[in-house]
C-alpha cells in the first residue's frame, strides 16, 4: 500500500516496520507486495505510477508487451526514447494540473487554460500529441491557449486528466465542471463523455454507489453514450486505440473485473495501444475504491520519478485532496 508515511520512511530507511511484504511468484517473475492496512489513499500517485507503468508500453509490439508486463520494473520504452522508466507523461502532468485547479483556483476555462500552460512550462515533459505540444510550446497564458487551440478532438486527453473531479461529493458538480474542463481541448460528443465516464467512475468507487462490478451498467444509466464509440456495458478487448471513448471503456472493463491494482494494472497493459491512459483512468478510480486492494509491488512506487513534481509532489497534493474530500469513504 502506498502511504506518505510508508514513503517518507522509506526515503529515510528503506524499511518501515508497518509493512508487511510478501514475495510471490507471477507468471514465472517474482514480486514483491506490500500491505500496509494503516494507510491513506494516494488518487495522483497510484494514477501516476499506472501512466508511468504504461508510458513503457504504449503502442508497443505485443510481444514486448507480453514479455515485459511483469511489474518487476518500469519497463524502457522500445522506441520512446525520451521517456525514461519511472517517468509519468502528459496524463499524470495533466491530473495535477486539474487537482490544483479544484483546491485553489476559479471554477473557469481560463484558469484552468492557465494551470495547464502552467503546469507544462515549469516542467516541460514527453508524452503530448504533438499538435498540442507545439500549441503548448509557443503559448505562455491560458487566455493564449483558449485562443490558439481547435477543440474539436475526439481522442482522449479530457479523460485522462478527469478522474480528479469525480472526488467532488455532488455528481452535478462533477459533470458541470468535467465538461466545462474537456471542452478547453475535446469539445466533441466522444471526447466529453470519455471525460465523464473517468470522472464518474472515480465517483462511484469514492462514494461506494454500487459494487465495482456494476460500474459499467451504472455508467450506461448516468452518462452519455454517444454514436459509434460501442456501449459502457460491453466489454472492451484488445488493442486500445486513439478515441477517448476506447480508453475509457478499457478501463472500466478492466476495473469491474478485478480488486487488486496489480491485477487491475496488468490488465490495463495487457490490451496494448494507448495503455498510459488506460491505466491512468482505472488506477484513479481503483485508488479510491474501498473494494480495491491496494497491492502495487514497492518497486514501482520507490523507482517513481522522485524530482522536484515527482512523488512527494504528488504525496503532498495526495494529502490535500485527502484532506478537502476524503480520498475514501
Ligand atoms: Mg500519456
Not at 507544462?120 to 503530448?128: M, Q
Not at 481522442?155 to 478522474?163: D, F, L, Q
Not at 497493459?269 to 502495487?296: K, M, Q
Request: include cysteine; aromatic fraction near 8%; hydrophobic fraction near 40%.
Amino acid at each position: 500500500m502506498i502511504t506518505v508515511d510508508g514513503i517518507r520512511r522509506d526515503a529515510e530507511t528503506s524499511r518501515t516496520p508497518l509493512r508487511r511484504e510478501e514475495h510471490h511468484s507471477c507468471e514465472g517473475h517474482q514480486m514483491a507486495v506490500v500491505h500496509d492496512d494503516l494507510g491513506v489513499a494516494a488518487l495522483l500517485l497510484e494514477l501516476a505510477i499506472g501512466d508511468a507503468y504504461g508510458a513503457g508500453f504504449e503502442y508497443a509490439p505485443p510481444e514486448f508487451v507480453r514479455r515485459g508486463n511483469t511489474l518487476t520494473a518500469y519497463a524502457r520504452h522500445p522506441t520512446h526514447t525520451d521517456i525514461r522508466p519511472g517517468m509519468y507523461t502528459d496524463d499524470a502532468q495533466m491530473s495535477i494540473a486539474v487537482a490544483e485547479w479544484l483546491l485553489d483556483g476559479e471554477p473557469t476555462r481560463e484558469d484552468l487554460a492557465e494551470r495547464f500552460v502552467r503546469a507544462y512550462h515549469r516542467d516541460e515533459r514527453a508524452g503530448y500529441a504533438s499538435g498540442f505540444r507545439s500549441v503548448l510550446d509557443r503559448v505562455w497564458s491560458g487566455r493564449e491557449l483558449l485562443d490558439t487551440l481547435r477543440p474539436g478532438s475526439d481522442k482522449s486527453g479530457a479523460a485522462m486528466r478527469a478522474g480528479v473531479i469525480g472526488l467532488l461529493p455532488s455528481l452535478d458538480d462533477v459533470e458541470r465542471l468535467t465538461t466545462l474542463q474537456a471542452k478547453i481541448t475535446h469539445d466533441s460528443p466522444g471526447g466529453i463523455a470519455a471525460a465523464l465516464g473517468a470522472a464518474y467512475a472515480v465517483h462511484y468507487c469514492r462514494y461506494g454507489l454500487g459494487p465495482v462490478a456494476r460500474l459499467p451498467r451504472w455508467l450506461a444509466e448516468n452518462a452519455p453514450e454517444p454514436e459509434g464509440y460501442g456501449r459502457w456495458t460491453e466489454a472492451w478487448r484488445g488493442k486500445v486505440r486513439s478515441p477517448g471513448m476506447h480508453s475509457a471503456r478499457a478501463a472500466v472493463t478492466a476495473l469491474a473485473a478485478h480488486t487488486t491494482t496489480s491485477g487491475l494494472l496488468r490488465a490495463c497493459v495487457a490490451y496494448t495501444g494507448d495503455v498510459d491512459t488506460v491505466a491512468t483512468i482505472a488506477l484513479a478510480a481503483a485508488s479510491v475504491s474501498g473494494e480495491y486492494r491496494d497491492d502495487l509491488p514497492e518497486v514501482l512506487v520507490n523507482t517513481l520519478e522522485d524530482g522536484e513534481f515527482g512523488r512527494g509532489y504528488l504525496v503532498a497534493l495526495d494529502t490535500r485532496l485527502d484532506e478537502r474530500w476524503g480520498l475514501r469513504g
